[in-house]
């Protein structure tokens, strides 16, 4: 959990990370065969410019300092696969599903869907959408497609960081959902609106995660998972990064909003700011969490650098 910093944001972050990939290793340079990403907004690059819904952003000043500009990343810049992508020694960043060809699919493929969950309906509120089921089904078909070996899938890199917008796009909605009504606290989350109810259901989850990925490691030969930690970064490493902001977001949002407004102003220093904007995190901190991640800071029990040498 990162003190001082705004509960009621950071929580948004909060998302589930997990990283699972096989351990056999690869060439130099590009150091694993092939990397898919599953997720919601915060792993986006692209997928939901084309549907109807408001959880997309393939405009300034999203993208402002990404060489192609908006893309439909839910940042100023690169995101968390894009620098995992750059460290595990790929030349380009994983394309995005929608309007990938068919040999991707031997690469490297993203199915993230900004608004996208676990459950299948959540978000509905927002719009169109791909859950994780049918991201899930995506794969399923690009690999069909693209006859890509078994034999190569299993020695590919997946991260899936999806978990948020089951809380904050439906358990948590007002007036309450179907899903509020069927679980109770500990078979979802606990709390009631308030950001710090929020943080704690959304820590009874995380720490089952965590037992998931134990149990899966020891029950499953041949693939190794590892759980990425958001919360455990705090304000003190951030500060010695010069990462100063944490209480407000760097582009314009307005009231009530969460992203930020179009062609809005935004903040001259960017790498001073957590936050891009009310719900994501600006490319710094992307940069932070995704070398943290591979080289083991916040990970248990595998860094990433562990899956991919
Ligand atoms: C987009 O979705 C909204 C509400 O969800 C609906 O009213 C509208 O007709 C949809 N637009 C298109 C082009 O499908
Ligand atoms: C792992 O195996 C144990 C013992 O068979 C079982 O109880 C548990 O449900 C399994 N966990 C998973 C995630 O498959």
């Not at 991707?104 to 199915?111: D, K, R, T």
């Not at 991260?159 to 796009?169: A, E, Q, R, V």
Request: charge should be negative.
């Amino acid at each position: 959990m990162v003190e001082g910093v705004s509960k009621a944001l950071w929580i948004t972050v909060a998302t589930v990370f997990a990283a699972a990939a096989a351990v056999a290793p690869v060439a130099r340079g590009q150091q694993a065969p092939c990397y898919f990403v599953f997720g919601d907004s915060v792993f986006d690059n692209g997928n939901n410019n084309a549907l109807n819904t408001s959880a997309k952003v393939n405009y300034l000043p999203y993208g402002i300092d990404f060489p192609q500009g908006p893309t439909g990343r839910f940042s100023n810049g690169r995101n968390i696969p894009d620098f995992i992508a750059e460290l595990a020694g790929f030349d380009n960043y994983i394309p995005p599903f929608a309007g990938a060809s068919r040999t991707q699919a031997n690469i490297g493929i993203n199915y993230a869907s900004g608004g996208g969950g676990i459950r299948e309906e959540t978000s509905e509120n927002l719009g169109e959408r791909i859950s994780l089921r049918k991201q899930i089904s995506n794969h399923q078909s690009a690999i069909r497609k693209a006859a890509v070996p078994e034999s190569q899938l299993r020695r590919c890199l997946y991260t899936i960081s999806i978990g948020s917008n089951d809380y904050l796009n439906n358990y948590f909605l007002q007036p309450p959902t179907p899903a509020r009504r069927l679980y109770t606290p500990d078979h979802l989350g606990g709390g009631v609106g308030c950001a710090e109810e929020v943080n704690q259901a959304v820590d009874i989850f995380n720490n089952k995660l965590k037992a998931l990925v134990a149990d899966l490691n020891s029950n499953l030969s041949g693939v190794k998972f590892t759980y990425v930690d958001l919360f455990s970064g705090n304000a003190q490493d951030f500060a010695a990064l010069g990462i100063t902001v944490g209480d407000r977001s760097c582009c314009m949002v307005k009231p009530g909003e969460e992203l930020c407004a179009k062609d809005g102003p935004v903040c001259p220093d960017r790498t001073k700011y957590i936050f891009w904007d009310n719900v994501h995190t600006t490319e710094t901190i992307n940069g932070v969490i995704a070398s943290s991640a591979f080289n083991g800071d916040i990970t248990s029990p595998f860094s990433i650098s562990q899956f991919v040498n």
